[in-house]
């Protein structure tokens, strides 16, 4: 069957990405969505906080999902519920698998919006036993929140991103106890109000540069032994300790799930685990794009709406006038920035360069260097957790052979 | 008494230290008055918005009260959240208990809910 | 055919036959018992009165990789053997994964715990054989017991007490017990005056069948029952047919692991981070089970502890 335009991912990403190409004229979309109802990752995120930036407001995210449903379905278009995408070609083939059986969808253009997956404790090489107890933060929250089941009532938890914190907090209002949260880092990687809001307001203890070493317990899980870590991120002899719980939650990590683009034959970037793309998010593949989690980790699900509806957009452009012939410059990560998106730009407009910094200060400076063109912005403060962005007037881009962004401390 | 926190309001994130004196509140390191403020509401009164989830007859319910509430208050809302039954429609928006926290914020539903569905 | 799970506490013997019960007052009568309890053989024997061998074992650990990095090794490679075994190997497995251990260590009480100087042991003598082996893309570790017993040799014999033992397989035990089977058979079938089963089906058909078929192939059986196109564990490609085809085999897959080990549901890259929920739901839908009582492998590995909300 031939469809215009495909959006494999009905969550935040996929939701946008169809609206915004509708509205620039496609109509023939369709979006695959492997669970029973669309909204993604959102439906389980039930705290505030989303929206900030966009609607202005502190959405929950079943409420920010919502807003982009409703425009979804009063354009009409289609959201394919409870299929599964098993298979994507670069001929742009979308091979797919539902209760009525497999089929595959001719797609004029791709859009990935895949979103991601969680690190599992497994990667981690934690010794100890295999016992009943452990959770990935995410399924913890599932259950929590989707299914109601509370998992335990005495919780570690090893990460201190945001999903962490969320689940520090959303444990001990259900009755838990958190006994700490443990970073490997020397800082957190989550937001300053979720510290506060998530940690601080129920004294629960944060252990930075500290690691589980080992998993105890026959059946359920009865213990962690933690211990501090030096600064290559190695155990320290004699600084174990062992704490007594019922439950760990792991929030070690979001990786992007690409193994459809993989099969497409893209290639990643290993800093971003997502495909290279232009400032339009076009991959590798002339008329597949790519937007939101699975191009790379977001932390406020309002720029990934807005990577969306780039992609949205360029999709419906690519539809309407074909591949053109562009002239790329790459972009790069200079001192301290872990990596910059897209990986390349098109000459002749504004482009703006999305970027992680490696370490957190404060009074940063962000070094923008396009051939002779230096330019510099200043941030009150600046953390690897928070993605960072700054745009690139078109008038610098025009004889510069690339790119780079660095991120220093103000003299 | 006196504290010691980070604000909350912007990224700059301010330390800041509060002290209770005669009757008011003692804000320093705050770069902006939205600090002085949040401060202030975090030594007098401090409070949060609570969200939470509600058992309907097929899955749970996201919900989240209808104003921020006295911080002392949460867990007791939370106890009044998980008595509460929800066994018919609902409308996103809509407010399935009055009065939450024995001061009468109500609880709003987070999404629409239809009891028929499974 | 049926199964019980349970640890066998004692034995009686009667005219009847043999009369095994747990410690939990469930039994299981058998006119004829086959001792194949590997770490555990010399306590079963004990059980039944004989008390003719001892058995040890050594714990080991292993690291499996993503599927990603099953091309890493085309071939099993592994160092000379010594007496203490194979050794440290590094090879591809069945299902595509990346493989690296075992490491040998004496223990006197049974544990399938790794240590946390594992997999300092495995990794250095893995680099040893193959270069550029991708330890980022490690997604579980796990061990197990290899059990000896002190003949050193398979011990493959009926007891005083008139059961088999099959004790003691050691290395190159994998590759022989279609053998040792027979062989066990060919005894106990002798020893019952049994006939041959002209109805016997020999081959017992995977679990995991479902994602090599065509895609014609697979519409044939989704038509038939539309949870063959419902995938459940997005890694591994299980679909819902086939957890269900667990939960109803004989005997049944009534925990997260046992469905785990017949589909591979909760065996990939995510390690049940997506899937394991909906098979937790499906065991409370088939069994009618409530949310307190699923287990991850029986008894009191409870997944939900916390109650309800």
Redesign the interface.
């Known amino acids: 069957m031939k469809k215009q335009l495909v959006i494999i991912g009905g969550g935040p990403a996929g939701l946008a990405a169809a609206v915004a190409a509708y509205d620039a004229g496609v109509r023939d979309i369709a979006v695959i969505e492997?669970e029973e109802r669309a909204g993604g990752i959102l439906k389980q995120c039930?705290?505030?906080g989303f929206g900030l930036t966009r609607f202005k407001e502190?959405m929950?995210?079943?409420?920010y999902a919502?807003r982009f449903l409703d425009e979804v379905n009063a354009r009409g278009i289609e959201i394919m519920t409870?299929t599964?995408v098993?298979g994507l070609g670069a001929d742009k083939k979308v091979?797919c698998?539902?209760?009525?059986?497999?089929f595959?969808l001719e797609a004029g253009a791709v859009i990935l919006a895949m979103g991601c997956?969680?690190r599992?404790?497994?990667?981690l090489?934690i010794?100890?036993?295999?016992?009943?107890?452990l959770f990935?933060a995410?399924?913890a929250q599932?259950?929590?929140?989707?299914?109601?089941?509370?998992?335990?009532?005495r919780v570690v938890i090893l990460g201190s991103g945001d999903i962490g914190l969320i689940m520090a907090r959303r444990m001990t209002?259900?009755?838990?106890k958190v006994e700490c949260v443990c970073e490997i880092m020397e800082h957190s990687g989550g937001l300053?109000?979720n510290?506060?809001?998530c940690l601080?307001?129920f004294g629960i203890p944060l252990y930075l540069e500290h690691t589980i070493?080992?998993i105890k317990g026959k059946?359920?899980v009865e213990s962690v032994v933690i211990a501090q870590v030096d600064k290559e991120k190695k155990p320290i002899l004699g600084t174990e300790r062992e704490i007594f719980c019922?439950?760990v939650l792991f929030s070690v990590g979001l990786i992007p799930e690409n193994e459809l683009t993989?099969g497409a034959g893209l290639a990643l970037d290993p800093h971003t685990k997502g495909c290279f793309v232009d400032e339009n998010r076009e991959t590798d593949i002339p008329g597949v794009f790519a937007c939101g989690n699975v191009l790379h980790v977001h932390d406020l699900v309002d720029f990934v709406s807005e990577e969306a509806e780039v992609a949205g957009r360029a999709a419906a452009a690519y539809l309407a006038c074909g591949e053109r012939e562009r002239a790329y410059i790459p972009t790069e990560a200079g001192e301290n920035v872990g990596y910059v998106l897209p990986q390349r730009a098109g000459k002749g407009k504004d482009v703006k360069l999305y970027f992680r910094v490696r370490s957190a200060f404060r009074n940063a400076v962000i070094r923008v260097e396009a051939g002779a063109a230096v330019k510099t912005y200043r941030r009150?403060?600046v953390a690897p957790g928070?993605m960072e962005n700054v745009t690139v007037k078109a008038a610098d881009l025009a004889d510069a052979p690339s790119v780079r962004v660095s991120v220093v401390r103000e003299a | 008494m006196k504290r010691e926190f980070v604000c909350i309001e912007c990224p700059r994130g301010c330390d800041l230290t509060a002290e209770t004196a005669q009757g008011g509140v003692i804000v320093a390191g705050n770069f902006c008055p939205r600090g002085k403020m949040y401060a202030e509401a975090e030594m007098t009164c401090p409070r949060r918005i609570v969200t939470s989830t509600v058992r309907a007859a097929h899955g749970m319910i996201p919900v989240k009260t209808g104003g921020e509430i006295r911080k002392e208050k949460i867990f007791e809302a939370m106890a009044r959240i998980r008595a509460l039954r929800v066994d018919r429609d609902v409308r996103q928006g809509e407010a399935l208990s009055a009065d939450i926290d024995g001061e009468g914020t109500p609880l709003i539903a987070a999404a629409s809910y239809r009891n028929g569905e499974r | 055919m049926s199964a019980c799970s349970g640890a066998a506490a004692g034995a009686q013997q009667s005219a009847a036959g043999w009369r095994i019960f747990s410690a939990d007052g469930r039994e299981v009568w058998a006119r004829a018992v086959v001792n194949c309890a590997g770490a555990g053989a010399e306590q079963v024997a004990r059980l039944f009165g004989d008390a003719f061998f001892r058995i040890g074992f050594r714990r080991g650990e292993y690291m499996l990789f993503d599927r990603a990095a099953g091309a890493h090794a085309v071939h099993t490679v592994f160092s000379v053997p010594t007496k203490a075994g194979k050794g440290v190997l590094v090879t591809p497995t069945a299902d595509g994964n990346l493989l690296a251990g075992p490491t040998s260590v004496e223990e006197e009480t049974y544990t399938t715990a790794v240590r946390r100087s594992a997999f300092a042991q495995i990794a250095p003598k893995a680099s040893a054989m193959l270069k550029n082996i991708p330890f980022g893309q490690v997604i579980t570790s796990f061990a197990g017991e290899r059990a000896y017993s002190d003949r050193h040799d398979f011990i493959l014999e009926w007891g005083k007490s008139g059961v088999f033992h099959a004790a003691g397989i050691e290395s190159p035990g994998l590759t022989s017990s279609p053998a040792i089977a027979a062989h066990i058979a060919k005894e106990v079938s002798a020893a019952l005056g049994a006939k041959k089963n002209a109805g016997f089906v020999p081959v017992r058909r995977s679990i995991h069948w479902f994602k090599d078929l065509s895609a014609e192939e697979k519409n044939a059986v989704i038509a038939q029952d539309a949870a063959y196109g419902r995938i459940v564990c997005r890694c591994e490609e299980v679909t819902l047919g086939e957890v269900r085809d667990a939960m109803r085999q004989n005997p049944p897959a009534r925990t997260l692991d046992g469905i785990k080990l017949r589909t591979r549901a909760g065996m990939g890259r995510c390690q049940s981070g997506f899937c394991q929920p909906s098979v937790f739901n499906e065991l409370m839908r088939e069994f009618g089970m409530a949310a307190k009582e699923v287990t991850k492998f029986g008894g009191k590995s409870n997944v939900i502890v916390g109650g309800e909300l």
């Open positions: 492997r039930i705290h505030n502190s929950t995210g079943p409420e919502q409870g599964f098993t091979t698998m539902n209760e009525r059986g497999v595959t997956r969680e599992s404790k497994g990667a090489n010794a100890g036993t295999r016992p009943a107890g990935s995410g399924t599932k259950y929590v929140n989707i299914y109601g089941h509370l998992p335990g009532r209002l259900e009755g838990a300053r109000r510290i506060a809001q601080d307001d070493v080992e059946e359920r019922d439950t993989k009150i403060a928070e």
